[in-house]
Each structure stands twice: as structure tokens, then as C-alpha cells.
């Protein structure tokens, strides 16, 4: 689900935190209230838009970005941002996809050290191995890798589109590196036979079919819905499982009155904005490279212009080269 902000050109302060007083204590408004009317001076003083992941906090989802989704999502949208200065309110791989897609604008990321557990797992030589390994074979890489590692694959893929781009090449057996899980689980779901590669996230990993049996017996009824980084196990004993997007999308139409998001914690803080009705219980985990983005660095991102994401050219053309196939295919 993608959704442009619906911000006035001058937003005021008090519009801004009806959307976020659900979360966010009146008294506590003050601490945010003046980074927010600083983002939004500076967003139209550079020509800047601000793309944010369902991951970021309220305040940075609902007050100050532009384009909110999940990683699809934001590698749609920055196809046609229409500014001179993106600035991605996410983690790094997503801040160098949206440079991959915009290579004369300028991009932002607030901190250069929001790395992924999953992107870090991973080297273009291990890649090279691995088509050494099994010659002939595709090489499908998740967007949550360098773009180094992109420049040696044939074609990307997120968690919204995995399965369709599994399918769409029409091959018995893929190379689908580097989440393990999610390799395992798209195997399941297409029947294509997958080698796949040892990385995980930090932040689905920790989700076990125990806490999974454990919120049955304490919440009955409940809905859980599972983000396919979680393990095989985990999906399965789920009731849906999808990427950030299709999770909220879920909610959107099938509104369940109580449900469980098995994600990272933002993800329920967000959605239960527009649910008020709905009763969402929080088994969570925190991704600590998200959370590296906060109101403050994005100011300071605007105010001081850094810290721009660079790709060395050469690089860039064959990892764009693969963002670009996802996306016709998708
Ligand atoms: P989505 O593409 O589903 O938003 O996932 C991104 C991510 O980093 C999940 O951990
Ligand atoms: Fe990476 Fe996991 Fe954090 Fe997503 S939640 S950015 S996959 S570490």
C-alpha cells in the first residue's frame, strides 16, 4: 500500500498530531513539534521529499513524510519523485535503490550507519562463488543487499514480488540470495527449486512457533500475520503471511478485531492510527537500524545536506540494471 501524505503547504502543528495523538502523548508533543515544522520549512526551501518505510516511527510516518510503503513501494515511487533532493527516512540498501533510480538527484539518508543484518550477510565475491558454483543457474537477489551485490545478479526482488518474479522465469531451479527464510518460503509457495544462502533478519528471526502457540492460548481469536523473513515454521503456523504493504493491506480488508503483527514494532504503531477500533496486540521486535533514523538526523539531513549516498558508476549500471528487470516484471 503506498500513500502520498495529504500534507497542506504549511501544515500546522496541531493537524499534524491529531494524526499521531492516538500515539503520542499531548504532553509529549512539544519534544517533536518543533523538528516537524523544521522539516517542513526545509523539505520546500531544497525541493526535498522525504520517502519513508512502514518502519519509521509515527511521528516520521505520519508528520513529515511525503511517500510511505514498503520496499516495492519506495522503488516504485522514486521512479517519479519530482524534487531535487530525496531524502530516505529507511535503511541504507533502500537510500542506494532510490540512488540506483535517480542518479542525477541527490539522496539523503539521516545516518549512514542504518545498515540490515540481511545486506551485511553477503559480498559480491560470495555471489560470484555461488554463479561459479552453479553456472547457468539465475541469480534472483533480494533489495535488501549493496548495491554491489545487485551489480552481480540478474534481477532483484522484495518480499511484495518475490514469488512473481520466482515464476516469471520460468526456470526449475533459481539462486535466491540472501534470506534464507524467505527463500524457503516462496520454495514452498512456487514449488521452484531454490539454493539459497545463510543471511537473516536480525529482527524476524526471533519470532518462534512457540510465542506463536502462546498468543492462541493467551489472545483467542487472534489473527497473526507474518512477515515472510520470519522462519517456514513461523509462517505456517501464521494465518497470512506477506511483506510490510500486504500486511497492512490484510488488515485493511479483512479488519480483524484483534490481530498481531510478527514484524517490527513500528509497523502496529502505524497502522492502529487508522484502526482505532481494532485491537492490536504487540509481540514485536525493534530493527535497530530503522530506529537510527529519528525527527532530529532528518533535520539535520536537510539542514546540512548529508550524508548523500554515492554508487561508483560502473557499479551502479549493472545493480540498476537489475533493480530496473524487477520492476518491468513487477
Ligand atoms: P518490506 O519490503 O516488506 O517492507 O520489508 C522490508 C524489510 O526490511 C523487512 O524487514
Ligand atoms: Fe534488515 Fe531486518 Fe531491519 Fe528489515 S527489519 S532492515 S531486514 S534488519
Redesign the pocket.
Known amino acids: 500500500m503506498v500513500q502520498t501524505a495529504l500534507l497542506p503547504a504549511a501544515p500546522k502543528s496541531q493537524d499534524l498530531y491529531a494524526k499521531v495523538s492516538h500515539r503520542i502523548p499531548a504532553i509529549e508533543w512539544p519534544v517533536f513539534s518543533g523538528d516537524i515544522e523544521a522539516i517542513q520549512r526545509l523539505k520546500r526551501e531544497r525541493n526535498a521529499v522525504i520517502l519513508a518505510?512502514n518502519?519509521q516511527t509515527p511521528e516520521i510516518y505520519y508528520c513529515v513524510a511525503d511517500i510511505v510503503g514498503d520496499s516495492l513501494a519506495l522503488a516504485r515511487e522514486a521512479v517519479d519523485v519530482d524534487a531535487d533532493v530525496i531524502v530516505l527516512a529507511?535503511?541504507h540498501?533502500m537510500a542506494e535503490t532510490a540512488k540506483l533510480l535517480n542518479p542525477q538527484k541527490k539522496v539523503l539518508i539521516p545516518d549512514l550507519a542504518a545498515?540490515?543484518?540481511?545486506?551485511e550477510s553477503i559480498t559480491p565475491e560470495n555471489v560470484r562463488e555461488l554463479r561459479r558454483r552453479y553456472p547457468g543457474v539465475p541469480i534472483v537477489t533480494y533489495v535488501?543487499t549493496s548495491a554491489a551485490v545487485k551489480a552481480e545478479s540478474d534481477i532483484c526482488c522484495t518480499s511484495g514480488n518475490a514469488r512473481k518474479i520466482i515464476e516469471s522465469l520460468g526456470v526449475p531451479r533459481v539462486i535466491m540470495i540472501p534470506?534464507e527464510y524467505l527463500a524457503k518460503n516462496i520454495a514452498a509457495e512456487t514449488g521452484v527449486e531454490i539454493i539459497t544462502w545463510k543471511g537473516h533478519?536480525?529482527?524476524?528471526e526471533l519470532f518462534g512457533t512457540e510465542e506463536v502457540a502462546q498468543l492462541r492460548e493467551d489472545y483467542p481469536g487472534v489473527v497473526i500475520l507474518a512477515h515472510p523473513?520470519c522462519s517456514p515454521e513461523v509462517v505456517q503456523a501464521a494465518d497470512f503471511s506477506g511483506s510490510t504493504a500486504a500486511i497492512a493491506n490484510y488488515v485493511a480488508k479483512e479488519r480483524p478485531e484483534r490481530v498481531a503483527l510478527l514484524?517490527?514494532c513500528s509497523m502496529s504503531d502505524n497502522i492502529s492510527v487508522q484502526y482505532p477500533e481494532l485491537e492490536f496486540i504487540r509481540p514485536c521486535n525493534l530493527?535497530?537500524?530503522?530506529k537510527r533514523i529519528s525527527l532530529a538526523n532528518i533535520r539535520s539531513a536537510l539542514e546540512k545536506m548529508e550524508h548523500e549516498v554515492e554508487i561508483d558508476p560502473v557499479t551502479a549500471v549493472r545493480a540498476r540494471r537489475a533493480v530496473e528487470r524487477m520492476l518491468a516484471v513487477s
Not at 287 to 290: D, S, V, Y
Request: include cysteine; aromatic fraction near 8%.
Open positions: 518505510h518502519y529507511g535503511v540498501f545498515g540490515c543484518s540481511l545486506a535488501n534470506d533478519c536480525e529482527v524476524h523473513e514484524t517490527e530493527c535497530p537500524h530503522m
